[in-house]
């Protein structure tokens, strides 16, 4: 149990003076407790597909937890990663069909990702990207970056750029304020906005020339929106929340992404924890996205009605303040789109019946009198 300061449980305090470094195997896994030594070598071959990679700050914010934590079970592998269903798909929101040139992803008329490089701080047990991303796997090169940007600034509807990937804070402070910078000098772009976990899985990253670079279309009329990826309240650690302070500070509107996965927040009571927690450390709960279909991931899935539910019941009794849009990537590259409950049941003879957050329903317009 979470000790009332915050702090996650601890079976020993670590040397804070000795840097910890990240773990990358079974074996590490094992070392530090996360898994039994017994399971090692099952584990090892689940990482023989998808890339482990659990930072210190996540570590230690998962403590003594087990399979029943869910900062464990967004981090930590299992067994039944290894077990695909036949819905699932390796590319499961068909970012191939949509990418032009390498390092792109055009599937709306005014926005793309460009995905500079493959590597992550931390592997996501259920990311969409698992079949892609890991250590080792290809960045672009100068010349793949030079084209990636060059199609963008031929593309004049473009108005908006998303950097994802893997992580794109993973790049050093010089490398990233290049792209913004080339990214800022394109006349039609609006909006540059970043995707990223290391606000809560490596804070350290997010250093004062970092921010500064992520600052870089802000200071020419463009706007730089941060999406930070958090799925649980406990995420956000000291370290994480100053790492967010230090971009909010410098007038860098951070929003979230949220999963909504089995096991880890599908409850109400976890959800308005999350986004209350998000919103109190500035950051407006952007996204709630129904969970994809890639492999080895159906024992993180919930049924949309169940999502469903669970967003009613946060209407109402939860500021507007912490309410994220539900959403579902169609699988296939259809694009996303809001599924959340309807609140208008029905309309005959130009009268529509709308539900308040209680359930009842009232006629709109009312009747006269």
Not at 167 to 194: C, F, K, T, W, Y
Not at 238 to 249: E, T
Request: net charge neutral; proline share 11%.
């Amino acid at each position: 149990m979470t000790p009332p300061d915050g702090t996650p449980p601890h079976s020993a305090q670590p040397d804070e003076r000795k840097p910890r470094p990240t773990l990358r195997s079974a074996g590490d896994l094992a070392a530090c407790g996360l898994i039994a030594p017994s399971d090692t070598a099952a584990i090892a071959r689940v990482a023989e597909r998808y890339a482990i990679a659990v930072p210190p700050t996540l570590a230690h914010a998962i403590g003594s937890g087990g399979p029943s934590d869910p900062l464990w079970r967004q981090f930590v592998p299992t067994t039944a990663e290894l077990t695909t269903t036949p819905e699932e798909r390796v590319d499961p929101i068909g970012d191939e069909a949509h990418a032009p040139v390498k390092g792109i992803v055009h599937r709306y008329r005014d926005r793309v990702l460009l995905k500079p490089q493959h590597a992550c701080p931390v592997y996501c047990r259920f990311c969409f990207r698992r079949e892609a991303v890991g250590p080792g796997k290809e960045a672009l090169t100068a010349a793949e970056l030079d084209a990636a940007i060059a199609y963008i600034g031929a593309h004049p509807d473009i108005w908006e750029v998303i950097l994802s990937g893997g992580e794109p804070l993973l790049l050093s402070a010089r490398r990233l304020a290049d792209i913004m910078q080339r990214l800022s000098n394109i006349p039609h772009l609006g909006a540059v906005r970043v995707h990223t976990r290391a606000p809560t899985a490596v804070p350290e990253a997010i250093d004062a020339d970092l921010v500064a670079a992520l600052r870089t279309p802000i200071d020419r009329d463009k706007a730089t929106f941060v999406v930070v990826h958090c799925n649980h309240a406990r995420e956000l650690t000291a370290p994480a929340r100053a790492a967010i302070a230090r971009m909010v500070d410098a007038g860098i509107p951070v929003l979230s992404q949220t999963v909504l996965l089995r096991g880890i927040n599908d409850d109400a009571a976890t959800l308005e924890a999350l986004f209350r927690a998000l919103v109190r450390a500035r950051v407006k709960p952007y996204y709630l996205h129904h969970p994809d279909l890639a492999p080895g991931t159906a024992h993180f899935r919930v049924p949309i009605a169940a999502g469903q539910k669970l967003v009613a019941t946060l209407r109402g009794p939860v500021s507007g303040l912490c309410q994220p849009a539900y959403v579902l990537d169609i699988p296939g590259g259809f694009g996303k789109v809001p599924i959340g409950p309807s609140w208008v049941h029905e309309e005959t003879d130009g009268v529509t019946r709308v539900a308040d957050p209680d359930g009842r329903t009232h006629l709109y317009p009312p009747k006269a009198g």
